[in-house]
């Protein structure tokens, strides 16, 4: 099942060994791939660049990566500290939920904005949500409020996880892009201790307030050196005639809006954001919703978003001139099995991560900084063994292997845990299923995005990364959904059998709040009872992820195996400038 690459032809690759789909059909047309004025400008910066302008560029980007990973390990714990003294503790769900919709809906947006205009703009954008959200937040009088800047924030969030990845991408050639991508998740690695004490402290000094407002200055203090550096370098291109004008130049105003809306596909984005709110707003709201599954409209929402996805992909493949998924990626082996790979990844980790600080505290005798420590074990491995896989990449020039590898030792690490919960199992084993974890997720997430990356010209790198990381998070939901399944529907009645003797109010109440269920000393009959429960829930919630793990593992075999080289991608021969490159090496680009 290889699939061959032909050096004589940037656009010639079939996707299966019959040759029954050509790549130079499904690409090389130009009215599917536009010539975006953004993936052209950043082919004509790599012209202008000199020494020092790449290092500024190197060192802007590891400051903007250092603040994301900061606000995403502080800022979380802020929001109950908000609801709480606006008294509506109960809209933390709501709020999260449309939070996590608009960072999955968002990174199409983001990287067509990215594409139609230029990378710079597309940060300046992020930017501006970022500061106003976080303003938006600080000064908020009542918890609407609060929502509302959460939201417009969210987009600024999602935009700089995104925009990161499409400037490696543009930045690296193939054989460097694992370990760069690998080492902008460094700061991972402080912040998963150093984040919790900043918090902590935010909380009983400064207040939540300035837990939110001092990232609106830090935000544009850390991304302005990047977007300066981004702006200068295309607006010398520019001028050297190097970066082509705006393809707006010479049209009125109307005709500029009806011309960006085209080149944006906003009825494509619409048909997809409203597809996947529908699909993940039930899936988030299913353990807290009236009546659960069993309430009409939660399975009326599911139902609609599942029709709007061919709805979507019918519009786009047919009618979209510059279409949001273009067909060709339906029919790109290395795209929709990456795809599915990180969708199914991510629901293997979610139904065993949900609850596992609620079960940890409750089974284990361990302080709450211990806790914390165990729970950021997996992080801490993933981007550790991220970076060896981009240093292995780096010299092996390939990524299959340690996709396979990797995906084989997750399977391990998830399915150790069925074996190692309760309150009897083995601390060190219990620690080492979240390292192996971490170990194969580190390997197999970089392995996975690069094989993606590979696979398409340098127009689509960015639409491409954006698809992979919305079908990943759209994984995550799902896996958070189940997880609350199982946990609601199995925990009442573990309960009931392991505390026959209590009432089925002061069973509710220990189901309810893990602080109720710490109230009972550990060798009691009551907290023994309820470590017995959890650990059988998380038995059947462990085997589910075990099984969802399998899948990504099947896939990982059939995922093409491109030749990480010098070159942008491996389906042109042309370099981070667009100049031709062509590696040294045998005719099997792709090989198995």
Same mark, same amino acid.
């Given at each position: 099942m290889?699939?061959?690459?032909?050096?004589?032809?940037?656009?010639?690759?079939?996707?299966?060994?019959?040759?029954?789909?050509?790549?130079?059909?499904?690409?090389?047309?130009?009215?599917?791939?536009?010539?975006y004025?953004?993936?052209?400008?950043? &082919?004509?910066?790599?012209?202008?660049?000199?020494?020092?302008?790449?290092?500024?560029?190197?060192?802007?980007?590891?400051?903007?990566?250092?603040?994301?990973?900061?606000d995403?390990?502080?800022?979380?714990?802020?929001?109950?500290?908000?609801?709480?003294?606006f008294?509506?503790?109960?809209?933390?769900?709501?709020?999260?939920?449309?939070?996590?919709m608009?960072?999955?809906?968002?990174?199409?947006?983001?990287?067509?904005?990215?594409? !139609? %205009?230029?990378r710079?703009?597309?940060? %300046?954008?992020?930017?501006i949500?970022?500061?106003?959200?976080?303003?938006?937040?600080?000064?908020?009088?009542?918890i609407? %409020?609060?929502?509302?800047?959460?939201?417009?924030?969210?987009?600024?969030? %999602?935009?700089?996880?995104?925009?990161?990845?499409?400037i490696?991408?543009?930045?690296?050639?193939?054989?460097?892009?694992?370990?760069?991508?690998?080492?902008?998740?460094?700061?991972?690695?402080i912040?998963?201790?150093?984040?919790?004490?900043?918090?902590?402290?935010?909380?009983?000094?400064?207040?939540?307030?300035?837990?939110?407002?001092?990232?609106?200055?830090?935000?544009?203090?850390?991304?302005l050196?990047?977007?300066?550096t981004?702006?200068?370098?295309?607006?010398?291109?520019r001028?050297?005639?190097?970066? *082509?004008?705006?393809?707006?130049?010479?049209?009125?105003?109307?005709?500029?809006?009806?011309?960006?809306?085209?080149q944006?596909d906003?009825?494509?984005? #619409?048909?997809?954001?409203?597809?996947?709110a529908?699909? #993940?707003?039930?899936l988030?709201?299913s353990?807290?919703?009236?009546?659960?599954?069993?309430?009409?409209?939660?399975?009326?929402?599911?139902?609609?978003?599942?029709?709007?996805? *061919?709805?979507?992909?019918?519009?786009?493949?047919?009618?979209?001139?510059?279409?949001?998924?273009?067909?060709?990626?339906?029919?790109?082996?290395?795209?929709?099995?990456?795809?599915?790979?990180?969708?199914?990844?991510?629901?293997?980790f979610?139904?065993?991560?949900?609850? #596992?600080?609620?079960?940890i505290?409750?089974?284990?005798?361990?302080?709450l900084v211990?806790?914390?420590?165990?729970?950021?074990?997996?992080? !801490?491995?993933?981007?550790?063994?991220?970076?060896?896989?981009?240093?292995?990449?780096?010299?092996?020039?390939?990524?299959?292997?340690?996709?396979?590898?990797?995906?084989?030792?997750?399977?391990l690490?998830?399915?150790?845990?069925i074996h190692?919960?309760?309150?009897?199992?083995?601390?060190?084993?219990?620690?080492?299923?979240?390292?192996?974890?971490?170990i194969?997720?580190?390997?197999?997430? !970089?392995a996975s995005?690069?094989?993606?990356?590979?696979?398409?010209?340098?127009?689509?790198?960015?639409?491409?990364?954006?698809?992979?990381?919305?079908? $990943?998070?759209?994984?995550?939901?799902?896996?958070?959904?189940?997880?609350?399944?199982?946990?609601?529907?199995?925990?009442?009645?573990k309960?009931?059998?392991?505390?026959?003797? #209590?009432?089925?109010?002061?069973?509710?109440?220990?189901?309810?709040?893990? $602080?109720?269920?710490?109230?009972?000393d550990?060798?009691? *009959?009551?907290? &023994?009872?309820?470590i017995?429960?959890?650990?059988?829930?998380?038995?059947?919630?462990?085997?589910?992820?075990?099984?969802?793990?399998?899948?990504?593992?099947?896939?990982s075999?059939?995922? *093409?195996?491109?030749?990480?080289?010098?070159?942008?991608?491996a389906?042109?021969?042309?370099?981070?400038?667009?100049?031709?490159?062509?590696d040294?090496?045998?005719s099997?680009?792709?090989?198995q």
């Amino acid at each position: 099942m290889s699939v061959l690459a032909d050096n004589s032809s940037a656009k010639s690759v079939n996707l299966d060994k019959k040759g029954s789909a050509d790549f130079a059909q499904i690409s090389s047309e130009e009215s599917d791939i536009a010539a975006y004025v953004g993936v052209k400008t950043v &082919e004509a910066t790599h012209k202008v660049y000199g020494k020092y302008s790449k290092w500024a560029l190197f060192i802007s980007l590891g400051l903007a990566a250092y603040i994301y990973s900061l606000d995403g390990s502080t800022t979380y714990t802020y929001l109950s500290y908000a609801a709480s003294e606006f008294g509506d503790h109960t809209l933390i769900s709501t709020i999260q939920v449309a939070q996590s919709m608009i960072i999955a809906v968002g990174k199409p947006v983001i990287a067509k904005v990215a594409d !139609v %205009t230029s990378r710079g703009a597309a940060y %300046t954008v992020v930017l501006i949500f970022y500061v106003i959200g976080y303003i938006v937040i600080a000064s908020a009088k009542n918890i609407q %409020t609060v929502a509302g800047g959460i939201i417009l924030y969210a987009i600024g969030y %999602t935009g700089l996880q995104l925009l990161t990845q499409i400037i490696i991408a543009d930045i690296t050639t193939l054989k460097w892009r694992g370990l760069v991508s690998s080492l902008i998740s460094m700061p991972f690695i402080i912040n998963a201790f150093v984040g919790a004490n900043i918090s902590a402290n935010v909380v009983t000094g400064a207040g939540w307030r300035w837990g939110y407002g001092m990232f609106a200055i830090l935000i544009p203090v850390t991304l302005l050196p990047l977007i300066v550096t981004l702006l200068w370098a295309e607006n010398k291109a520019r001028k050297l005639g190097l970066a *082509p004008k705006s393809t707006n130049s010479g049209k009125t105003l109307v005709q500029k809006i009806f011309h960006s809306a085209n080149q944006l596909d906003i009825p494509g984005l #619409l048909l997809i954001g409203a597809s996947v709110a529908l699909i #993940l707003l039930p899936l988030t709201l299913s353990s807290t919703a009236k009546g659960g599954w069993h309430n009409a409209s939660m399975i009326a929402m599911v139902v609609v978003g599942c029709v709007l996805i *061919p709805v979507f992909a019918f519009y786009d493949f047919k009618y979209a001139k510059y279409p949001v998924v273009p067909r060709r990626f339906a029919l790109n082996r290395s795209v929709v099995i990456s795809s599915i790979i990180g969708a199914f990844d991510f629901i293997s980790f979610y139904i065993s991560y949900t609850y #596992l600080y609620s079960y940890i505290v409750i089974v284990k005798p361990w302080s709450l900084v211990n806790t914390t420590y165990f729970t950021q074990t997996q992080t !801490v491995a993933l981007t550790v063994f991220g970076i060896t896989a981009g240093v292995a990449m780096r010299y092996i020039r390939r990524y299959k292997v340690l996709l396979i590898a990797g995906l084989g030792i997750r399977i391990l690490g998830v399915g150790l845990m069925i074996h190692s919960r309760g309150a009897d199992g083995s601390d060190a084993e219990l620690v080492w299923t979240q390292l192996l974890q971490g170990i194969g997720g580190g390997m197999a997430s !970089v392995a996975s995005q690069v094989g993606a990356q590979a696979s398409v010209p340098h127009a689509d790198v960015a639409m491409v990364t954006a698809v992979v990381l919305l079908i $990943t998070e759209i994984g995550g939901a799902i896996g958070g959904g189940i997880a609350g399944a199982i946990w609601s529907n199995l925990m009442p009645t573990k309960l009931a059998t392991h505390l026959p003797f #209590l009432t089925q109010e002061e069973r509710e109440a220990l189901f309810g709040s893990i $602080t109720a269920a710490l109230a009972y000393d550990r060798g009691t *009959p009551i907290r &023994e009872g309820v470590i017995a429960a959890y650990g059988d829930v998380m038995k059947i919630m462990t085997i589910a992820a075990t099984v969802f793990a399998v899948v990504p593992f099947l896939l990982s075999f059939l995922m *093409p195996n491109w030749y990480l080289g010098d070159k942008q991608n491996a389906v042109e021969d042309v370099g981070l400038a667009g100049e031709h490159v062509v590696d040294p090496v045998p005719s099997d680009h792709e090989r198995q």
